[in-house]
């Protein structure tokens, strides 16, 4: 079974390659219950050594929805748009605050915190002190049970 966290970089490698308004939705739905977007921005160029954390975001500064996406979608309650699209803008930008200042690091790598085994997202340099990288591997970027 894929773990969250893959699914999650998968689903910005699709949001990136295609306009399909699920996976702006989805896009969402990981950064508020998975992991925050910066931090999947950061690991998701390890799927694709081509491209950088800023032709990623380039690629969602494209990106928004609609009332007709809303539409296409058949949302089955009250859906915000408006504020969806909001909220998308603000991850993107908080994403490019964080690239922007870790411009010395390497990314493409899940960022796990020594202390806990959580993946996280790194708010300072005593953060970053205490984080592992965990690159990805053919199979998915989580450990799996024998390899931990």
């Keep these: 079974m894929l773990h969250a966290i893959d699914l999650a970089i998968n689903k910005l490698v699709a949001l990136a390659n295609r306009r399909e308004p699920r996976d702006l939705v ?21 799927k694709n050594p081509g ?13 928004t929805l609609t009332p007709e996406d809303a539409t296409y979608l058949r949302f089955t309650g009250a859906y915000d748009v408006a504020d969806a699209a909001r909220r998308f803008r603000r991850m993107v930008s908080d994403a490019d605050t964080f690239i922007t200042a870790n411009t010395l690091r390497e990314p493409g790598a899940l960022l796990q915190d020594r202390r806990t085994g959580s993946f996280f997202l790194p708010q300072s340099d005593d953060d970053w002190a205490h ?10 970027v989580v450990a799996q049970p024998a390899d931990m």
């Design 26 to 46: 989805d896009a969402l739905f990981a950064d508020t219950h998975i992991l925050p977007f910066p931090a999947l921005i950061w690991a998701v160029v390890g």
């Design 131 to 140: 984080t592992r990288e965990h690159r990805g591997a053919l199979g998915g």
């Design 51 to 63: 491209l950088n954390p800023s032709s990623y975001l380039e690629q969602f500064r494209r990106r």
